[in-house]
């Protein structure tokens, strides 16, 4: 997160962070006891962690990327993980909802990020979670020639990038808006704090048929 600032422990419960041999590697949300959501730009044999001083280490079952997920583009750039067990709810453990009416959040409404990603230009990596508002931007002037030139599809969204915006490790992470998870953090152009380069984010809404549909099969 650049520009943003330490979030308050356990203000954000819901917060897990995808980590390989102990290294951070991508942000990821509970979105069910036993599900997180990430983005499958982070897959990798991953353990996983819930956030600080109540931090639980849940190794994952299963990871499910989206049928649709490549590393050539940013499309259905998903990751559903199956944790080991059941993570444990309480004060600092929580799930967060995820949007499932399939609408726009309109222009300029102002969300929340968040995630352990680099906190500056030089990479420096936080162990705080850091959190940042951030406005959302219309697509018409997301896909603008001279920002992401046609590429944000109705199943992606984006939010204003001058100065405060996600970054490297922020990938996986929601983007909350009126406390509801309308968007899963992409690393898009890979390119942090340029007005030029909007950030980018996976709508959820379009996905929850598939989201319920792994959860149901894996529950099974
Ligand atoms: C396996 C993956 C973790 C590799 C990766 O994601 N690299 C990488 C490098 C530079 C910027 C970003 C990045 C992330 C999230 C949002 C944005 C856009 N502001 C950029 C992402």
């Excluded at 419960?13 to 951070?24: C, E, I, K, W």
């Excluded at 080991?84 to 309480?90: D, H, M, Q, R």
């Excluded at 001279?146 to 944000?152: G, L």
């Excluded at 007005?195 to 929850?208: H, V």
Aim: proline share 6%.
């Amino acid at each position: 997160i650049l520009g943003g600032y330490e979030a308050k422990p356990h203000l954000r419960p819901y917060m897990a962070s995808l980590q390989l041999d102990g290294q951070h590697i991508c942000g990821g949300f509970l979105i069910a006891k036993q599900w997180v959501l990430s983005a499958a730009h982070c897959t990798e044999e991953t353990l996983h962690s819930l956030p600080e001083p109540h931090k639980r280490l849940y190794r994952v079952r299963a990871q499910i990327p989206h049928p649709g997920s490549n590393i050539h583009n940013n499309k259905d750039d998903l990751l559903l993980l199956q944790l080991e067990e059941e993570a444990e709810l309480n004060a600092h453990v929580q799930v967060l909802p995820v949007q499932r009416e399939d609408r726009d959040v309109a222009p300029d409404t102002v969300c929340e990020v968040a995630g352990w990603g680099t906190i500056n230009h030089s990479g420096r990596r936080p162990d705080k979670l850091y959190q940042l508002e951030r406005p959302v931007l219309s697509r018409d002037v997301c896909n603008h020639r001279t920002r992401h030139d046609h590429t944000i599809t109705e199943k992606m969204m984006c939010t204003d990038s001058r100065r405060k915006d996600t970054c490297k490790g922020d990938s996986g992470g929601p983007l909350v808006c009126n406390g509801v998870a309308e968007g899963v953090v992409t690393a898009g152009s890979r390119v942090c704090g340029n007005y030029k380069k909007p950030a980018i984010y996976t709508r959820i809404a379009p996905y929850t048929a598939w989201i319920d549909g792994v959860i149901a099969a894996g529950a099974a």
